[in-house]
């Protein structure tokens, strides 16, 4: 009996190098190991960027994938026609120039003379026709698709599957011009090129690998400033420059590690040992280190709001809705409850999403929805006596802690301000979505993200028919105006409607109580330049970055 | 034995297949889809149903189910939804080897030191040594282990620099991990074997040993010990499925990229096909290990038959 344990033991410990062994620790650890020491100062050894990932990278098929991490890492190894730049603007990119046809209907771009794939094979015009297709096709196509086949001529038809490919105005006249038709003026067209799905693909090289398309870093061909040399869904990603990249004088940092960090603690540790050069800051250190001179914060194109279900009592009524929405100050939610760089809203669309003639729409349209105790006080009582009686009230959240704290802070505020006892209920995110889908609330905390820089990923999302969703909101004249904005033509004429829009939306029928604009506060390293984030589309953009 | 171990394994083909019919007619009770139902929302509900149809989505939940046992049969756990295109049974296998390594290092390090304090405690019963190691061990169950961790890191990783503060790059990297993840065992090991030591110390046959002159070390191994550890192999069979199979929070603090999270995120995001998979992979482990405890038992207590063994 006592023999058999060395023999248990030698088992055991041949299992445990088995499980070592197919570890894969990585090769690369000597570069982790060697900046050590130094790290305190301001400059760097080496020529290397540091970042984390808050979550796992899904999935890296561009055609099919959807969350922000996995664009954000796709948006530096990958490249569109044009590309987003540091001020937010469409730069030339694959392509080196545009023409658009005077109804703004026909766009035709001219492919720069020298773009190559990372196996050195050029780019063409047929990889952008094939790619989009691909985007479209019902057989292989994402969540994204509606971001091109919205706009597309015959693209909506083709992903809905009723027509075949070719019905789909999209042409490559020659290696290097694309001719695109659209079915609506879309100013915002050449900003839509720079997003994640409007990337080029290689056919050849798509066939090739078949199912087992960008499933690992070789199985990508990469067009962009880098190539991935190491993926792991669950670790992250290791990048370089891509030498056969058009531009790569102007990239400015050798290699990128873009590890997957989920606690926001340990990325802190990690950046105060240097193994980081930016980190996002949790609420609850924002305090700590609000003076310091590597702190800062910025804001994205997500509007956080109160939807208000128009198809329930007693919401329907407009007096209790205004009431409710002006009975509480979205200042006093970020700068006491949230304290993580968001901004109060004064109304849907973000600030310094475009407007028109250099302005942002903010600028342009001011505040639409000021809080106003007294105002919202005399508005509920109107409303009580036009009910009859106090209704009862009860608002819908998800269970993250953000969204909780909201609701508890509007519980608190509605108690304060108007008196009133409001019931939450709390149901994982999910399940928040699946209640509005069934009309299962009054009122819930909710939000969109913009999917390009223009109002209209807003304004859109309320127009006709009237769904639950969106709080069974219908109004003819806000329909006719986002259905005549979007066949404008003139920019200018084009934005007046919109700005109106917003305004019938929150003041007329107070479809929505505006709470604020979603935005980070991080710590950068000094030598940290360059840095470029964007809000809407892909967040991470790391081309113009240096780190010397 | 032969037939015993038969028997059992047709029970545990059972018992998966009533855990894999119930876990998926409760999975598909959860709200939602395993997409961006955000995104989905500007969909009427005819393009909606379009599209889920495209995934099988919107065949009758029964239906889906006789499609899902038939590929498991042929041993196909499916490809993931969140993770589009990777198969369930890749996933698992790059996973569970950083949440495995670090799980049995733990292991091992919780059963060294635990088995040597209780014995050190028990053999010292009532000294200061005892109350001390007692005061560790109430220490390591009562202190969750995300605050060790956390403290480790801040300490061990950031302030002196000795080991990584996180990320998995090399054999570094899961040795903190390990550390903490031993804390609870080194703990609960410790009390076992403390109170069976002083237990089996007390009995006649020990008594009888030292009468006859065995000497003090081989009454602790030859006869002590492996009575003492007869309860420990029993709370080891849980201790190791928990471990090996991942822990949330550790993983997540050191940057492990484990199975630990895995679970709790396809949840989440409603991944059908990988909370299928993790939940049969789960209940697997834990009945298998649970087989090899009782045939454990009958190599280290002579005293336990298995039924059916001929004597």
């Given amino acids: 009996m006592v023999k058999k344990w060395p023999k248990l033991l030698g088992v055991f410990l041949l299992g445990l190098m088995v499980i070592l062994s197919g570890c894969n620790f990585e090769e690369s650890s000597s570069d982790a190991k060697d900046k050590k020491g130094g790290e305190k100062t301001e400059k760097k050894a080496e020529n290397v960027l540091n970042l984390s990932l808050d979550n796992d990278i899904p999935d890296l098929n561009q055609v099919k994938t959807t969350d922000t991490i996995s664009f954000s890492v796709l948006n530096n190894v990958m490249e569109g026609l044009y590309r987003i730049n540091q001020d937010n603007e469409p730069e030339p990119a694959m392509a080196k120039s545009y023409d658009v046809s005077e ?3 026909t766009y035709t771009f001219h492919l720069r003379d020298n ?54 105005a999209i042409e490559a006249k020659d290696d290097q011009t694309l001719v695109v038709q659209l079915e609506k003026p879309t100013p915002f067209f050449v900003s839509l090129t720079a997003f994640v799905t409007y990337f080029p693909l290689n056919e050849k090289f798509v066939t090739e690998k078949g199912d087992q398309f960008a499933l690992n870093n070789q199985n990508i061909l990469y067009n962009g400033p880098y190539v991935i040399t190491d993926y792991n869904q669950a670790e992250g990603v290791s990048l370089e420059k891509n030498p056969e990249y058009w531009d790569k004088a102007n990239v400015g940092v050798d290699k990128i590690n873009l590890k997957v960090i989920k606690e926001q603690s340990t990325a802190l540790n990690l950046y105060e040992a240097g193994d980081l050069d930016r980190v996002i800051l949790s609420s609850a250190d924002v305090n700590s280190f609000k003076d310091s001179k590597e702190f800062g914060t910025e804001t994205e194109f997500t509007s956080y709001y109160i939807q208000f279900n128009l198809g329930k009592d007693p919401i329907s009524n407009t007096n209790i809705r205004k009431a409710l929405q002006l009975a509480y100050d979205p200042e006093v939610l970020t700068s006491v409850v949230l304290n993580n760089g968001s901004e109060p809203a004064t109304g849907l669309i973000a600030p310094k999403m475009t407007g028109a003639d250099g302005k942002s729409f903010r600028e342009l349209q001011g505040d639409v929805v000021k809080p106003d105790v007294n105002k ?70 909710s939000k969109w993200g913009a999917d390009y820089n223009d109002p209209m990923t807003y304004l859109d999302l309320w127009m006709s028919p009237a769904i639950p969703f969106r709080g069974n909101y219908s109004n003819t004249k806000y329909d006719e105006l986002v259905t005549e904005a979007k066949d404008e033509v003139d920019e200018k004429e084009r934005m007046s ?9 929150l003041q007329d029928d107070a479809v929505l109580g505006t709470l604020y604009y979603q935005g980070t506060a991080f710590l950068q390293k000094p030598y940290l330049k360059g840095m470029v984030t964007h809000p809407s589309g892909a967040p991470l953009d790391l081309k113009y970055t240096t780190v010397q | 034995m032969k037939k015993y171990v038969f028997i059992r394994l047709i029970n545990i083909v059972i018992t998966l297949f009533v855990i894999a019919t119930v876990t998926f007619f409760l999975m598909k009770q959860l709200p939602g889809s395993p997409f961006d139902e955000e995104k989905l929302a500007v969909l009427s509900d005819e393009q909606r149903a379009e599209f889920l149809a495209r995934y099988g989505l919107d065949k009758p939940v029964t239906t889906q189910y006789v499609l899902y046992l038939g590929n498991l049969l042929k041993g196909d756990l499916g490809t993931s939804f969140y993770f589009k295109g990777q198969d369930v049974t890749s996933i698992l296998v ?17 059963l060294t030191i635990g088995i040597i304090l209780g014995i050190i405690a028990a053999f010292r019963h009532n000294t200061v040594w005892d109350y001390s190691t007692m005061f560790l061990a109430v220490l390591g169950v009562s202190v969750p282990n995300f605050v060790f961790a956390a403290l480790l890191q801040y300490y061990v990783g950031l302030k002196l620099g000795l080991l990584p503060v996180a990320f998995w790059e090399s054999y570094s990297s899961s040795i903190m991990p390990s550390i903490a993840l031993a804390l609870s065992v080194i703990a609960l090991i410790a009390r076992y074997t403390r109170n069976e030591m002083l237990e089996v110390l007390g009995q006649d046959y020990m008594l009888t040993a030292k009468a006859k002159g ?67 992979f789960y209940s697997a482990f834990f009945i298998l290990t649970m087989l090899v405890i009782d045939l454990l038992y009958g190599m280290i207590d002579p005293r336990i038959r298995i039924s059916g063994v001929k004597e």
């Fill in chain 1, 497 to 505: 409607k919109l700005l109106e829009a917003e305004k019938i939306l």
């Fill in chain 2, 94 to 110: 790059d996973r569970i080897g950083p949440s495995a390594l670090i799980g049995t290092q733990a292991i091992i390090l919780g």
């Fill in chain 2, 214 to 280: 065995v000497k003090r070390l081989k009454i602790i191994y030859v006869h002590a010990i492996r009575n003492a550890l007869i309860p420990v192999v029993t709370v080891l069979g849980p201790i190791t499925v928990s471990l090996l199979t991942g822990s949330l929070v550790i993983e997540n603090i050191f940057g492990v990229p484990g199975i630990g999270s895995l679970f709790v995120d396809s949840i989440k995001v409603n991944d059908y096909t990988t909370i299928m998979g993790l939940t049969l």
């Fill in chain 1, 376 to 445: 919202a006080k005399e508005l509920w009582e109107k409303g009580v006596k036009e009910l009859g009686k106090t209704p009862e009230i009860t608002l819908l959240t998800a269970d993250d802690t953000v969204s909780k704290d909201t609701g508890t802070f509007l519980q608190s505020e509605y108690k304060k301000n108007l008196g009133i006892d409001i019931q939450l209920v709390t149901k994982p995110y999910s399940g928040r979505l699946q209640t509005m889908r069934d009309n299962d609330y009054q009122m819930v905390v």
């Fill in chain 1, 115 to 168: 773009v190559k794939w990372s196996d050195g094979n050029p780019v063409t015009a047929n990889d952008f026709k094939y790619s989009w297709l691909r985007a479209m096709n019902p057989d292989t196509a994402g969540s994204y698709s509606f971001i091109l086949a919205d706009y597309i001529k015959g693209g909506a038809k083709f992903a809905a599957g009723e027509t075949a490919a070719d019905t789909v």
């Fill in chain 1, 103 to 105: 109804d703004g209907l």
